[in-house]
């Protein structure tokens, strides 16, 4: 993990306001997409534009409603 990959990951944490089910799922996908790419030995910059892809694929689904989660977690409500 590039230390732009470990910032990325790090500011993914904190907009999932902790929500444990959230972050288990983008680290698990980041570990597979990592390995996959490391065992098709990627080039250093597409192997970080793909583990940075991972961190980032739920992104747009924040919104509960947007992606079937039943509730927020309360300190990230308005």
Do not use: W
Not at 35 to 40: C, H, K, M, T, V
Request: charged share 20%; net charge negative; hydrophobic share 35%.
């Amino acid at each position: 993990m590039t230390e732009r990959t470990a910032c990325i990951a790090e500011k993914m944490i904190a907009y999932d306001c902790g929500d444990v089910h959230r972050i288990e799922h983008f680290i698990k996908v980041y570990g597979y997409a990592s390995a996959i790419g490391r065992l098709e030995r990627l080039n250093p910059q597409v192997q970080e534009t793909l583990e940075i892809a991972a961190l980032l694929h739920g992104y747009s689904c924040r919104s509960p409603q947007n992606c079937g989660v039943s509730s927020t977690p309360a300190s990230c409500q308005t």
